[in-house]
Nanobody, 125 residues
Framework: QVQLVESGGGLVQVGGSLRLSCAAS?????????MGWFRQAPGKEREFVVS????????YYADSVKGRFTISRDNSKNMVYLQMNSLKPEDTAVYYC?????????????????WGQGTQVTVSS
């Protein structure tokens, strides 16, 4: 089993920044997994935000966050990060970290077999 624990969420004003972290544990080879961040706003379906391949070379970003969000990973620590800048009210959501179980990044939520509990991000205007 793989356990994912997100942290770093909170309340921030429009234009502010937050850095989310995802700590992965449970399998020695999790460093070979692609990782992703998804989010779900109240009353909306879960949506893809960004994903990263096992070695950090391949990334996909949702159009809505390109140029503002940056994903990174530190395989030596089994950590994945999401740096969020220039935050907007529409970024308000619960953010979920996910592990795919395969090395290549993907935008499809159903391809991720492991999910964290989520961390709330609220952007106030």
């Amino acid at each position: 089993q793989v356990q994912l624990v997100e942290s770093g969420g909170g309340l921030v004003q429009v234009g502010g920044s937050l850095r989310l972290s995802c700590a992965a544990s449970g399998r020695a080879f999790i460093s070979t997994y692609a990782m992703g961040w998804f989010r779900q706003a109240p009353g909306k379906e879960r949506e893809f935000v960004v994903s990263i391949s096992w070695n950090g070379v391949g990334t996909y970003y949702a159009d809505s966050v390109k140029g503002r969000f940056t994903i990174s990973r530190d395989n030596s620590k089994n950590m994945v990060y999401l740096q969020m800048n220039s935050l907007k009210p529409e970024d308000t959501a619960v953010y979920y970290c996910a592990a795919r179980g395969l090395p290549d990044a993907s935008t499809k939520g159903w391809e991720y077999g492991y999910w964290g509990q989520g961390t709330q991000v609220t952007v106030s205007s």
